[in-house]
């Protein structure tokens, strides 16, 4: 059974960073793209960053510079580390697990990860 844990949610202040982990268990990341998503309160869920399969990452504009993804085999954990946050950062940070590759980058849609974890929430205010 796909398993996923998403975990490092807090309150931060503008400007700082938090961590994100997503645990999984059940699979083996090499089968499968993680994306980071996220929703804020009143809003589409929208994607924010993804790791593939083969290690390479992809970044949506409003993550670019300062979130980033990676993944640790050895834990079993995919992290999402977040730098530079701002209040519009806010929101329920889920990660997804994508068993099939597009043949050109990753799915962004999040109809396309059948397996999500239970959210964390980030909330950037000072």
């Known amino acids: 059974e796909v398993q996923l844990q998403a975990s490092g949610g807090g309150l931060v202040q503008p400007g700082g960073s938090l961590r994100l982990s997503c645990a999984r268990s059940g699979f083996v990341y090499d089968d499968y793209d993680i994306g980071w998503f996220r929703q804020a309160p009143g809003k589409l869920r929208e994607w924010v960053a993804a790791?593939?399969?083969?290690?390479?990452?992809f970044y949506a504009d409003s993550a670019k510079g300062r979130f980033a993804i990676s993944r640790d085999s050895t834990k079993n954990t995919v992290y999402l580390q977040m730098n530079f946050l701002r209040p519009e950062d806010t929101a329920v940070y889920s990660c997804?697990?994508?068993?099939?590759?597009?043949?050109?980058?990753?799915?962004?849609?999040?109809?396309?990860?059948?397996?999500w974890g239970q959210g964390t929430l980030v909330t950037v205010s000072s």
């Open positions: 790791i593939s399969r083969n290690g390479d990452t």
């Open positions: 997804a697990a994508d068993p099939r590759a597009p043949v050109v980058g990753v799915h962004t849609n999040p109809d396309q990860y059948p397996y």
